[in-house]
């Protein structure tokens, strides 16, 4: 199913009007972080200040709806953006690493995968990577489709 479809189906469900959306996959996986968002294990997302100034692209807000995407481009869930706020690398939260779902969910296990990803991003941009790089903190809810719950 393409983005439109799934954004169209969305709306329809619950009677919502049109509105605007972004579509994207995620990182270095985008197979696994898209299913973790699916399933609700992943709720949060960082990424660099720099890169979005780099693109002259807006920063994410709270409302805004997106269309999480596959590494083929097929839409897999709707995701609503909750909270944005921005703080240096090393002042990530443990919270924060928890929510994004990765790995074993640790800080550690965030910032070693995290300092990696953003240090070749700013690579390609031709700036450097530092402990005090300003990071963009994006905290979602999967809003379509919606999970089923367990029926004991």
């Not at 972004?22 to 890169?51: P, Q």
Request: glycine content about 4%; some cysteine.
């Amino acid at each position: 199913m393409k983005a439109n479809e799934m954004f169209r189906a969305f709306l329809q469900e619950n009677n919502l009007p049109q509105t605007d959306y972004d579509a994207f996959a995620f990182g270095v996986d985008a197979d696994l972080l898209a299913e973790l968002v699916r399933c609700g294990k992943k709720t949060a997302c960082s990424s660099l200040h720099e890169v979005y100034a780099h693109e002259n692209a807006p920063l994410p807000k709270a409302g805004q709806y997106s269309v999480v995407l596959d590494s083929r481009e097929n839409a897999v869930c709707v995701i609503r953006t909750t909270l944005v706020y921005m703080c240096a690398f090393n002042k990530v939260s443990p919270l924060h690493a928890a929510k994004e779902g990765e790995g074993n969910g640790s800080l550690a296990y965030w910032r070693r995968e995290h300092e990696d990803f953003f240090r070749k991003e700013l690579s390609a941009i031709d700036l450097p990577f530092t402990r005090q790089t300003p990071v963009v903190c994006e905290e979602f809810e999967l809003v379509y489709p919606k999970q089923k719950e367990d029926k004991a």
